[in-house]
């Protein structure tokens, strides 16, 4: 039986019996781990710990079972600030204490934990704690929740921060299943991406399991003064109280949309998809934690306009998590096609309109990275070498890669498109590939059936060259061109018709004023229409950085508290970088920043730090 088996009980039976590590041989090496998969390799972890928010630590230990692929007698896991202070063998089950070692940290990889092995143990256990300054995780004072009365945590472990929380293995070209037994303090729920409780105990006391083989950068965990409310018998929210009735009605749709995309690319295979609303400091707009998507709350904006997010974080259910990344340079493989599903999602349930816009908003942001990225870091087959992951990040992966699958379609058709999709997920379910798997499988899959539709010269080009093709799709929205041609007329003096605009248009509008706008202009816009009142995070964001560029004074009050309250990482650090560039405003957001710092997750701390406390050697875009 293959893990191409259409029938979702028998696959998740075939997948979970089936070796874990079947293929990293066939990829290169993941230059961010220092696992050696060809060796020995882990297919599946228990984790026994505490979540300890005393400490701020979770300690306890992870036990894994081995699966030997050649003749080494140690184990090289990842570990980042990690304290180890006991490893132990099994041999059919029979335990006893061995050696191990860790090694001198590495800036971006952390420290490589060797343990002793010998020829024969078929399992390991690894004692630990975590750091309070640990990278994959928040740990917040219950006066930093809605709710005040309890503390939170939670995870973050993509791209190499399960490192900072479990000595793993930590690369995605590895799957895993795992189980876990957790406790912390009662009156807290623990969840996990695995089968979580619905129920209304809050015990302290938690189990899991991950019955299905997933890479480790997909294990997640939270615990919290968590509410629960179901949307459906398949999908529920979990969220502080204050938000939990808003999420469920703003993500209302989150069934249609499994069903729209099990209709476009095959079942769903993961059982129930539930979505977890984090408190403002969670530093993504959502994390597609398996079978718990992580959402930023800064996507409730009352009027749905922003649910392209869980379009996104679902379509991962597919492209990511189905077939994922075997290193962190393939990152398009992961966001490209996500970014592709996530769109055709929006427009099978809302209309191409919506869709458009969405697209023509993505093709813009690329458009303002190309302009500042280096060279190297346009393509997206990219040379990370050993640099840090996060460092790289940008719209390259994401929209670049999904303008390539779009070209594609465009070049072979829709239909025979869709087909070739479908096909692809199926066979490369529970796999971990590279791009050059993924090019061979186009050329077989794809450019054989349709020679004349696109050269391999073109396919090479997209992932191996900056910036774009010549002839790669220019997204337009018409809808746009209607608020551009408003926005002329205005700046002459006329009104604007914005009583049907949606937040996608008022988006667009902000981010194409002229730039030497004048003040009685922002002033006049402001008090029409309160920009700088606004309770969308993604307008006010486009307003407050047009007001820094264009010194708007009335809105400072309101980027201050902005800038208090939200940490996700793309909505505050353009903010940073635009106060960056005039020593008076350097100033000022230096002392905001030093306020909301401590509210930050790990990772906005280092970009903001990054942002306004360059070191001239390091790379500080992003
Ligand atoms: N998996 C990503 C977030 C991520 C990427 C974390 C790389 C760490 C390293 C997630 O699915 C994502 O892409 N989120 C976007 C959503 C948006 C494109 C709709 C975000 O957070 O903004
Ligand atoms: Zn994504």
Known sequence: MSCSQPIKQALLVACTLLPAFTQAQAVSKDLHSYAQLDQVSTSHLHLAVTVDFQRSQVHGSARYDLLRHGEATEIHLDSRELSISKAEIAVKGD??????????????????????????????????????????????????????KQPFMFSQSQ???????????????????????????????????????????????????????????????????????????QVAIFAEQYIVDAA????????????????????????????????????????????????????VSGDRSLINLIAHELAHSWSGNLVTNASWRDLWINEGFTSYVENRIMEALFGE??????LALGYDDLLADLQRLPEGDQIMHIELGQRDPDDAFSQVPYVKGQLFLLYLEQQVGRDNFDKFLRQYFADFAFKSIDTATLKEYLQSQLLAKYPSA????????????????????????????????????????????????????????IN???????????????REFNLTDSQNS?????????????????????????????GRNKLVSPLYRELARTPDNLAWARSVYQQAKA????????????????????????
């Open 95 to 148: 335990w006893q204490e061995t050696t191990f070692q860790l090694a001198e940290a590495h800036p971006a990889l952390g420290q490589k934990l060797t343990v002793q092995i010998g020829d024969k143990a078929d399992q390991i256990r690894i004692h630990y704690a975590s750091a309070p300054s640990a990278s994959g995780l928040q740990w917040l004072t219950p006066e930093q929740t809605a709710g005040k």
């Open 159 to 233: 791209a190499i921060h399960a490192r900072s929380w479990i000595p793993i293995q930590d690369t995605p070209a590895l799957r895993l299943t795992y189980s876990a037994e957790v406790t912390t303090m009662p009156g807290l729920l623990v969840v996990m991406s695995a089968d979580n409780p619905l129920g209304d105990e809050r015990p302290g006391r938690y189990q899991f399991s991950m019955p299905q083989a997933i890479p480790p950068y997909l294990i997640a965990i939270a615990a919290g003064d968590l509410a629960i409310k179901e949307i459906n018998p």
């Open 248 to 299: 469920a009605w703003e993500f209302a749709d989150t069934p249609r949309m499994i069903a729209i995309t099990e209709q476009m690319y095959g079942a769903y295979l993961w059982d129930r998809y539930d979505l977890l609303v984090l408190p403002p400091s969670f530093p993504f707009g959502g994390m597609e934690n398996p079978r718990l998507s992580f959402i930023t709350p800064t996507v």
């Open 353 to 358: 309109q919506r869709a458009q816009m969405e």
């Open 454 to 509: 696109v050269t391999v010269a073109k396919i090479n080009e997209w992932l191996h060259q900056p910036g774009l093709p010549a002839d790669a799709p220019q997204p337009r929205s018409d809808a746009f061109v209607k608020v551009e041609q408003q926005t002329q007329r205005w700046l002459k003096g006329g009104q604007l018709q914005t009583a049907s605009w949606t937040t996608h248009e008022w988006l667009h509008f």
């Open 512 to 526: 194409s004023l002229p730039l030497d706008i004048s003040a009685v202009n922002m002033a006049r816009l402001d």
């Open 538 to 566: 993604e307008i006010a964001h486009a307003w407050l950085k047009l007001a820094i560029t264009k010194k708007y004074e009335p809105a400072r009050d309101r980027l201050r508290s902005y800038l208090l309250n939200i």
């Open 599 to 622: 509210g930050y997750h790990p990772l906005t701390q280092s970009v903001a730090e990054a942002l306004l406390y360059p070191v001239p050697s390091t790379n500080e875009d992003y």
